[in-house]
Structures are given as C-alpha cells and as structure tokens.
C-alpha cells in the first residue's frame, strides 16, 4: 500500500539574515517558550499571582533548558567527542577537518539533560522568589514543557533527525534529505503527539480538584512523558551514548527509568498527603 510512504525532503532553513540561517527547528523552540510563557502568565493571572514573578521564571526557564538539554547531549550520548572538543560544548561552533572553526548554531541537545537542568534552574529561582513553594511552580510548569516538547520534537522531524528504525515494509517516511530510499519510522512525531495528548491530559485536570495536590502533576508527567520516551525509543535509530556497556535498553531508556520511578514516588506521596499548598 504505497499510500502509507511518505517522502520527506523539507527545506530546514526559512531565511538568512546577514548569511545567518534561520531554521524550523529553531522557530519551533521560540514558539515552546513563547507559547509556554502565554500559558503560566494565564495560569498567575487565574491564581491571583503577581505578574512581577513571570519575567525572571521565564529567563531562569530558558537558560537552564538550553544549558541542562546541551549537558546532558553532551555527558549522556557524545562524551567521547566532546571531551577532545570541549570549546564546542558551549559555543556554536565546530572544528572544521582542515582548521578553524565553523559556526552551526547549537545542534544536540537531550531532552534528560533539560530535565535535569529545569529542576535545578527552577530550585535556584524559588530560593530567591520565594512567592510559591517549589512544587507549587514545578507543578505548574508541567502543562507548558509538555506542549513544549510537542514543538521541539516536531522541530527534529523537520530536521530529520532522531530517526526512527527501518520498517522494513512500505510503511513510514522517506528521508531523502538524508539521502535515503528506505521509509523508517516517524519516531519523532509519535512522541511529539504523545507529548501533546499529555498536556491536553494535564491541562484538562488543572481545572479540577487536583490543582493544589502538591506533587500531583510532577508525578504525572513524569510518569507520562518519559513513558511515552521508553515506549518510542524501540522504534527509535540507536543515538548512542551508553547503550552498548549497558545492555538489554537503549539510552534514552536507561534515563527515563529514574523520572519514571520518582514519578511514581511523587503521586503516590501526593495522594498520601494531599499536601494543598495553595495560599490564601
């Protein structure tokens, strides 16, 4: 059934300004952030939440995401390069094979590592806006990441990048950008509409009684994003990393267990507690 082959040569790059490309997978980040920024400014406004306390949430977001997501690309997938190229860990540059230095803008970056980077990013701005306990923000946060990670994974699809496996039928997509005749799996949007039915899901119980069950959304993202990550790292191409001294799962696998057990732990303690942090 040929109709169930798509090709896919996308033009990654929109338009250059002064020789700069800008590209998809950029505009698809700005929107996250944008979109996510309009979504906890709605969610302040509906709590009686001063607006002063938006603009610093929204740049510690930012730096710790990016600086948290090229971490973790860095120590969890690409340490055997990087450790001999440690000025392109934080500059977007790469060492050409004749000399010098090419700028490429920043490529690769893990969705555990930004993870990771948030929890802290977010720790270090509740110890000095201390409006709100942390889990209070965290909780919230949840809705926003969520449909955030539906735009970025959407913006690796436009990349060809994070490929899925061959399917070895004539189901799936045809990269040929990638120089490819063979259709593979569309991981990356089986994971972005993952992610988005997860913020519906999220978004949907923010108006319920759950809203000021501390921990209660915490817990439920990360039971649900990482295991929508497990589930699609099986039709996933191998990104490397640990995988190969670590059998039996990939990667991405391995990472995810952990958010998936504290996720566990985090509803549980939720419903043990029904700790209500709202304040009057």
Known sequence: MTFLKFNWAPNEKLFEIGGFGIHVYSL???????????????????????????????????V????????????????????????????????????????IGFRGLASHGATIGILIGISLYQ????FKPLIWILDRLTIPVAIGGFFVRTGNFFNSE??????????????????????????????????LLLFFVLR??????????GGFFLGLFFIGLFSIRFLV???????????????????GQWLSI?????????????????????IE
């Open 258 to 278: 952990p958010f998936i057990a504290f996720g566990i732990i985090l509803l549980a303690f939720s419903f043990s507690k029904k700790r209500n942090f709202k």
């Open 64 to 103: 710790s995401t990016l600086i948290g997501a090229r971490l973790g690309e860095v120590f969890f997938y690409n340490w055997d390069y990087f450790q001999n190229h440690m000025l392109e860990i934080l500059l977007p540059i790469k060492e050409k094979a004749d000399g010098g230095y090419s700028f």
């Open 28 to 62: 698809m980040f700005i929107i996250a952030f944008l979109l996510g920024l309009r979504l906890y400014k709605k969610m302040f406004i509906k709590e009686n939440v001063d607006q002063k306390y938006l603009e610093p949430l929204f740049i510690y977001m930012v």
């Open 204 to 213: 949907r119980l923010y108006n319920s009684q759950f809203r000021d069950q």
């Open 127 to 130: 110890r000095i806006y201390k």
């Open 162 to 195: 994070i490929v899925g496996k061959y399917t070895g039928s004539n189901f799936g997509v045809v990269f040929e950008n990638r120089g490819e005749v063979m259709p593979r799996y569309p991981a990356q949007m089986y994971e972005a509409f993952g992610y």
């Open 233 to 251: 790292e099986y039709v996933k191409e191998s990104q490397g990393g640990f995988e190969e001294i670590i059998p039996m799962f990939s990667t």
